[in-house]
């Protein structure tokens, strides 16, 4: 079983800049896609960003390329998701999740088996 656990989420105003954290625990392997998604309301979830956890390769969906910036730090088993130059068309709740003993092929993993709670993102204009 994988444990994951998001915080970070708020309102900030158009412009401002949020840092989400998932911290992640249990049967984890080397090789993992982990990933941040987003759902609106009334909209599909959808992929924003992933990284390969051994190799760190990461993709963005095209929409927040060159503003979010997905990262992780091993020693404290966690992924982040640097938010910046936010927009109102980011609010939404953003997931973590995990895709275990897996590459990563785009900001969509492939098979998301495991997902955090959810933390709020809400950008006002």
């Known amino acids: 079983q994988v444990q994951l656990v998001e915080s970070g989420g708020g309102s900030v105003q158009a412009g401002g800049s949020l840092r989400l954290s998932c911290k992640f625990s249990?049967?984890?392997?080397?090789?993992?896609?982990m990933g941040w998604y987003r759902q609106a309301p009334g909209k599909a979830r959808e992929g924003v960003a992933s990284?390969?956890?051994?190799?760190?390769?990461?993709y963005y969906r095209d929409s927040v390329k060159g503003r979010f910036t997905i990262s992780q730090d091993n020693s404290k088993n966690t992924v982040y998701l640097q938010m910046n130059s936010l927009k109102p068309e980011d609010t939404a709740m953003y997931y973590c999740?995990?895709?275990?003993?897996?590459?990563?092929?785009?900001?969509?993993?492939?098979?998301?088996?495991?997902w955090g709670q959810g933390t709020q993102v809400t950008v006002s204009s």
């Open positions: 249990g049967d984890m392997y080397r090789d993992n896609c």
């Open positions: 990284i390969h956890t051994s190799s760190s390769n990461t």
């Open positions: 999740a995990a895709d275990i003993s897996a590459f990563c092929r785009s900001h969509v993993l492939t098979r998301p088996t495991y």
